[in-house]
């Protein structure tokens, strides 16, 4: 046993072991209070009947107080209970039941004359703990002439104390061994789940990102065995997102190489005369050059997000006058697939105050994926809506769409629906990361081969 469980047995048994010391200690006083007051109750009551009995039978007045002991030695019954002493006013013992062990002179406490007295003490030649009440004795115009007192040996009390206690302490041990048992079994229902979890945790850091907690387990380790595994799962998607990213990127980045070192070998080797083969091997080389550009751009915008260094740089725009620029650069680009593009608003002027240049490349972004999934002899749209408290920035097409299937991971990092189709798979995570940074919303819209509709929602 070791580690937390041999904490958690040894901890909950000492708080036990403490608990029951301070039960036990309690329960000991309980029981000398109740063996003590028993004992004193039975003296008291046989003072009593001693009393009522000298005053109902014995007139004081006829009687001196030696003659009063005597009699009331004559007639007491409970010698094997208690032994009985008249004392006079000075502490010297008149009678006594027990003549043999008849001390000279008693101490008598100053209260006495106001009522009973009790007294425990340890007997001067024997060392017995004893037990004495005493009682004063009264005329009949009211003044004490004497001291009953009575006495008992605590000897038997202290043996029965000392045997409940002693049986009381087996049955704290035996309690204290039983609860350690159960202590032991419910660390195991604890710990047991915990190593199952910390094992499927050691083969994901070893990467074995197919592990799964099959295990049923209850409570919270339920819930932490579920969020494993969705960690899991979400480890595994990454992963596999990050190798087909790293498959794609490859193969992005190799296309455009081939290109430009081929046509750079072409010119170099060909005749530099040709001026048309030069002016085409150009325009291929610096068309490629641009391709890796925006992908290096991405990667790089991605790196400063995943980091948390992207910043923003706020200042006041017209969204409307934005839009139109956006929309002039794609003009010749939408001509080549006879795609015909138009800006709606409801308001001629639309101020915000956002970073220009990162919401320029948002909408640039998605302009590029409509643009890309579009077919020829179709329709672009750029609606921009004004409400009281937000700037909406619809950009719709009619294009291929988005499935339902994939509509849920197409704001994910490398998640590309189609691998026949260039790109990083970066842009709209880029875009919806840009438009979180303004606290705005970027919602998708899309049915397969009907079209897709991107809502940049922007607070004002």
Same mark, same amino acid.
């Given at each position: ?34 063996? =003590? ?8 009551? +046989? ?9 109902? =039978? ?62 425990? =003490? ?46 009381? %302490? ?6 204290? %061994? ?37 295990? @049923? ?72 050059? @641009? ?52 800006? @709606? ?87 919806? @990361?840009?438009?979180? %940074? ?8 899309? +049915? ?13």
């Amino acid at each position: 046993m070791s580690g937390i469980k041999k904490r958690w047995v040894l901890n909950y048994t000492l708080i036990i072991l403490i608990v029951f010391i301070i039960i036990e200690g309690f329960f000991l006083v309980g029981l000398n209070n109740y063996y =003590y007051r028993s004992a004193y109750n039975i003296l008291v009551d +046989r003072a009593n009947v001693t009393v009522d009995f000298y005053k109902k =039978y014995y007139d004081t007045n006829l009687y001196n107080i030696e003659e009063i002991s005597q009699l009331l030695i004559n007639n007491y019954t409970d010698r094997e209970i208690a032994e009985i002493q008249i004392l006079d006013l000075e502490g010297n013992v008149l009678k006594s039941s027990n003549e043999f062990l008849m001390e000279e002179k008693v101490s008598i406490p100053k209260a006495v004359e106001d009522g009973i007295v009790d007294k425990k =003490y340890m007997m001067p030649v024997t060392g017995e703990k004893v037990l004495s009440i005493y009682v004063p004795l009264k005329n009949s115009a009211g003044a004490v002439i004497g001291i009953l007192k009575y006495t008992t040996s605590m000897a038997l009390i202290n043996v029965s104390i000392n045997r409940i206690f002693t049986y009381s %302490l087996g049955l704290l041990a035996l309690l204290i %061994l039983i609860l350690s048992v159960f202590s032991l079994f419910f660390t195991r229902t604890l710990i047991n789940p915990i190593e199952v979890i910390i094992s499927a945790t050691e083969k994901l850091a070893k990467g074995d990102y197919n592990t799964r907690i099959k295990k @049923e387990f209850k409570d919270e380790m339920q819930t932490l065995a579920e969020s494993v595994n969705l960690m899991a799962e979400k480890i595994q998607e990454s992963e596999k997102s990050k190798n087909e990213f790293i498959s794609s990127i490859t193969h992005e980045i190799r296309t455009p190489l081939t290109s430009i070192k081929g046509w750079s070998e072409t010119i170099i080797t060909g005749d530099m005369n040709d001026k048309e083969e030069i002016e085409t091997g150009l325009g291929i080389i610096i068309k490629e050059s @641009e391709r890796l550009s925006v992908m290096v751009e991405e990667l790089l915008e991605f790196s400063k997000l995943e980091a948390g260094n992207l910043k923003i740089f706020k200042e006041k725009i017209e969204v409307v006058s934005m839009c139109e620029d956006i929309m002039s650069l794609y003009k010749g680009k939408f001509s080549k697939k006879n795609i015909d593009s138009l800006i @709606e608003n409801n308001k001629d002027e639309v101020y915000l105050k956002v970073d220009s240049n990162r919401i320029r490349q948002v909408i640039i972004n998605i302009l590029e994926n409509a643009y890309k999934f579009s077919d020829c002899n179709s329709k672009i749209i750029i609606k921009i809506i004004d409400n009281s408290e937000e700037v909406i920035v619809k950009i719709t097409d009619v294009g291929i769409g988005i499935s339902e299937k994939n509509l849920e991971k197409v704001k994910t990092k490398f998640f590309k629906s189609d691998s026949k189709y260039a790109g990083s798979g970066l842009g709209l995570s880029i875009s919806n @990361e840009i438009v979180k %940074l303004h606290n705005g919303r970027l919602e998708i819209k899309s +049915r397969l081969h009907e079209g897709t509709e991107v809502s940049i929602i922007l607070p004002k």
